[in-house]
Nanobody, 124 residues
Framework: QLQLEESGGGSVQPGGSLRLSCAAS????????IGWFRQAPGKEREGISC????????NFADSGEGRFTISRDNAKNMVYLQMNSLIPEDTAVYYC?????????????????WGQGTQVTVSS
């Protein structure tokens, strides 16, 4: 059974950067598409970016376009989200999710496995 655990969240000032990590255990990530999502208080969970089994990346509009970069290291069973130029609107709980599928997309219901989330707070 695949298990995911996010880390790297915290408090940062506007304009700062964070790198979120998603550690997988229980099985190899080699054949899983991975997505990063976030959920702010009172809002629906939204897709930020995803990466397919082959390494193709997709960024989703209005969610860090040009500021967030997803990457994966299958040898380490890890996925990352580099976040730059953070703004207060980026404050949310960030989740990684996995789907045993070749491709990926922005819809949360398309992912079977989820981590517990890590809090990111952007404030001066």
């Amino acid at each position: 059974q695949l298990q995911l655990e996010e880390s790297g969240g915290g408090s940062v000032q506007p304009g700062g950067s964070l790198r979120l990590s998603c550690a997988a255990s229980g099985t190899s990530l080699d054949y899983y598409a991975i997505g990063w999502f976030r959920q702010a208080p009172g809002k629906e969970r939204e897709g930020i970016s995803c990466i397919s089994v082959s390494g193709e990346k997709a960024n989703f509009a209005d969610s860090g376009e040009g500021r967030f970069t997803i990457s994966r290291d299958n040898a380490k069973n890890m996925v990352y989200l580099q976040m730059n130029s953070l703004i207060p609107e980026d404050t949310a709980v960030y989740y990684c999710a996995a789907d045993h599928a070749w491709s990926c997309g922005p819809v949360p219901s398309g992912y079977e496995f989820w981590g517990q989330g890590t809090q990111v707070t952007v404030s001066s």
